[in-house]
């Protein structure tokens, strides 16, 4: 996206996420939504055309239909690819739950952990396999470089998050992983596993971020899940762990002295495709692709034209 921040009236910060620019407006956030790609901790040197559009859009679609659960932090999207919210204080944790034995728990398993973030696994589980009930392994939020697992309790010992807070954290954190899997079995997906980000605004747990979104989520597809699943086959999915395959099978895992493979424009097209097909697929909508000429110019000016009615 742009390669220079904005600069906005009563702008006070500036964070340059992985995906994300995020905005300090007076007492308020505002997130612009990129079309950078992040895998394995790592940004990708190519963009994805409309990827940021699809994030922005599925996030804020989730974020309505799961007010009644957890008040969030947004107030409008001004913009396609904008966001604009009330700035909380972030919990220094993301929310991981997982629902089946899949991307980065089987990868785990498969070496051999039969303990992760604290959560015992039985011996005998075989990849994307539905685990008995969905755990919650939460990590650390990295500045730079890799998140790393932790377990509940060791939030609560080392005091990152206090247990009053923590414990409300895991309940909402079930409740909304129940939610968006119910929405998606209406769409004959499977949601696999998600990250949640929580913090406080007024002393009251806010949700915060992205929600549902390929890039905090995977999808299986519902009706050939079993099948597959019975042979032993790969599952038909909507997110970007083709991504992460992609990159594991050309010998990259964001690991130390590992270079990133050249990306063609044929798969970046694909991957363009995948999101938008997501999008279409989870919300039941058509998407609308706005004008990319001019996109930097575009989220300025809707921007600035919401602010100065705020």
């Known amino acids: 996206m742009n390669p220079t921040p904005y600069q906005f009236p009563n702008q ?13 407006i007076g007492e308020r956030l505002l997130m612009i939504t990129s079309d950078r790609i992040s895998a394995f901790d790592v940004v990708l040197p190519k963009l994805i055309p409309y990827k940021g559009q699809v994030l922005n859009q599925i996030a804020s679609y989730f974020l309505q239909k799961t007010a009644d659960i957890v008040p969030n932090w947004l107030l409008a999207t001004p913009d396609p690819n904008a966001a604009f919210g009330l700035k ?20 785990e398993y498969k070496a051999g952990k039969r303990v992760v973030c604290g959560v015992v696994l039985p011996d005998g589980l075989v990849e994307n396999q539905q685990l008995p009930a969905p755990i919650i392994t939460p990590t650390t939020k990295a500045s730079e470089g890799h ?12 005091g990152i998050v206090a247990k009053e807070h923590m414990d409300k954290l895991c309940a909402i954190t079930q409740r909304l992983f129940q939610r968006g899997q119910e929405m998606a079995a209406d769409k004959n997906l499977i949601l696999v596993d998600t990250k949640y980000e929580f913090g406080l605004y007024d002393g009251k747990i806010m949700l915060m971020d992205e929600i549902h979104t390929p890039d905090s989520s995977r999808y299986f597809y519902k009706e050939p899940y079993a099948e597959l699943f019975a042979n032993g086959e790969a599952q038909k999915q909507l997110s970007k762990e083709f991504v992460r395959e992609w990159l ?23 991957i363009s495709d995948r999101y938008i097909l997501l ?4 919300t039941g909508l058509t998407f609308h692709k706005e004008p990319q000429e001019d996109i930097y110019n575009r989220i300025f000016n809707n921007t600035i034209q919401y602010l100065q009615h705020v």
């Open 248 to 270: 594991i099978a050309n010998g990259f895992q964001g690991k130390e002295g590992q270079s990133i493979p050249p990306i063609t424009d044929e798969f970046v097209q694909q």
């Open 12 to 24: 006070t910060s500036f964070y340059k996420g992985k995906v994300r620019d995020v905005y300090g």
């Open 147 to 158: 998140d790393e697992d932790i377990s509940v309790a060791s939030i609560i010992e080392q």
């Open 279 to 282: 999008y279409e697929e989870i």
């Open 88 to 107: 909380c204080e972030p919990f220094a944790i993301e929310m991981v739950i997982r629902g089946y034995l899949v991307g980065h728990l089987w990868r």
